[in-house]
């Protein structure tokens, strides 16, 4: 009894201890995990699930290899010395296969080392080769350039940019009334020219309609004087067919009733 006793306690104890080293590990759905060797990467990493590790002379870091998000303000100038406040959305993930490296190169601390500086270096190149017009209407083309930078920039340091957009464009309240004013201008004059064409289509109407009207009376005056008959053709048209009840003396009848 006394032997099942002992090798009772010990078999708790030693469970107790193993307990206590965590010789297993799970590495989650998601993650990879970097296997250190007294705190040195060795150049293994696991996959999601259950692993063995050898107590206290093994530790396993967990890193997430999902897609993450990280928004960042910035301020930039443009070609022409405006300065733009801008809003950078970034998703990203960590190379699932370099997270080793990442680990031992840069560290958990990746987004404050190498992200939110790469985000500042690639708006300030890109926004450096536009005026201020130029990045509002060429915004597409000032967003693909600032993505292919950071893709530049970060695929180097095993990170994968999945997808990137500028949520907030703002300038100065001096240039945001100077491009208010621009367009009101632009559109006076844009009106100003429209009535211009206006009127003169009109005036090239009036102008029309007049030679119209001039060649129609020519053509009938041309016409009355090849044949008088006509004359009397238009008064029969016109005729009521009642004679008139009196007539002064030495009155010639306007009609001819032969």
């Not at 996959?47 to 206290?56: D, L, V």
């Not at 340091?157 to 100077?178: G, I, K, L, N, P």
């Not at 005056?221 to 009840?245: F, M």
Request: glycine residues 6%; without cysteine.
């Amino acid at each position: 009894m006394k032997k099942i006793i002992v090798f009772t306690v010990l078999g708790i104890v030693g469970l107790i201890v193993l307990i206590s080293l965590a010789p297993f590990v799970i590495v989650g759905a998601g993650e990879r995990g970097v296997v250190l060797n007294w705190s040195a990467f060795d150049g293994t990493v696991l996959e999601p699930g259950i692993h063995w590790r050898t107590p206290i002379a093994q530790s396993v870091i967990a890193i997430d290899v999902q897609t993450q998000k990280v928004e960042h303000p910035t301020i930039a100038y443009s070609k022409d010395i405006q300065p733009v406040d801008t809003k950078i959305a970034l998703n990203f993930h960590l190379d699932p296969k370099q997270v080793g490296m990442l680990y031992k190169e840069i560290g958990l601390d990746y987004e404050s080392r190498i992200i939110t500086p790469s985000i500042e270096e690639a708006v300030k190149q890109t926004m450096a080769n536009f005026t201020a017009e130029e990045l509002i209407s060429r915004r597409g083309e000032v967003k693909d350039m600032i993505k292919g930078a950071l893709v530049e920039r970060l695929s180097p340091r095993y990170v994968v940019v999945d997808e990137f957009s500028v949520t907030d464009f703002s300038f100065s309240d001096q240039f945001e009334e100077a491009v208010e004013a621009k367009q009101v201008a632009e559109q006076q004059a844009l009106k100003a020219k429209n009535d211009l064409t206006r009127i003169s289509i009109e005036a090239q109407q009036q102008i029309e309609t007049a030679k119209a009207s001039a060649e129609s009376i020519r053509i009938q005056a041309d016409a009355l004087s090849r044949n008088r008959d006509l004359v009397q053709l238009r008064a029969v048209e016109k005729w009521n067919g009642i004679l008139p009840q009196y007539m002064l003396s030495g009155t010639v009848p306007f009609l001819n009733l032969k």
